[in-house]
């Protein structure tokens, strides 16, 4: 269901790619617990650039960086790459803020959070 009537991902669905990879990446390093955690990043800003055409069955990798955290906020970049592709087929970028489940409020980010997006810190170009 990923190709449109132009017989490509649509360009929305590249937003669903940079959803899961950032969620992947914060679930597996115990960053984010879906379903008990007091804390969740909510998204504030997005943006894509495409250059090439995805497909499916085409095989998607992922290149996640962090190039900003903040008190209550992290920006989050993804590039999607066709598995067979040096170069990315799409680029974009989440910001999150962090903010209490229950009460909708920002919250500084939580140490295990930081700790978490330490390994994917770069410098944006």
């Given amino acids: 269901m990923d190709n449109d009537i132009y017989g490509h991902v649509n360009n929305a669905v590249h937003y669903s ?6 969620n992947r990446y914060l679930i597996d ?23 090439k055409e995805i497909a499916f069955p085409d095989k998607i990798l992922a290149g996640l960086r962090v190039t900003r955290i903040g008190r209550t906020s992290v920006r989050f970049e993804v590039a999607l790459f066709r598995e067979e592709d040096d170069l990315a087929a799409a680029q974009g970028h989440f910001v999150h803020v962090y ?15 930081k700790k978490s997006l330490a390994a994917l810190v770069s410098q944006s170009d």
């Fill in 29 to 51: 390093t115990g960053a984010l617990d879906l379903q008990h955690g007091a804390v969740v990043g909510l998204v504030v800003e997005t943006a894509c650039s495409y250059f």
């Fill in 99 to 113: 903010v209490n489940r229950a009460t909708r409020r920002p919250v500084e980010l939580e140490e295990k959070v």
């Fill in 17 to 22: 790619y940079f959803d899961t990879a950032v």
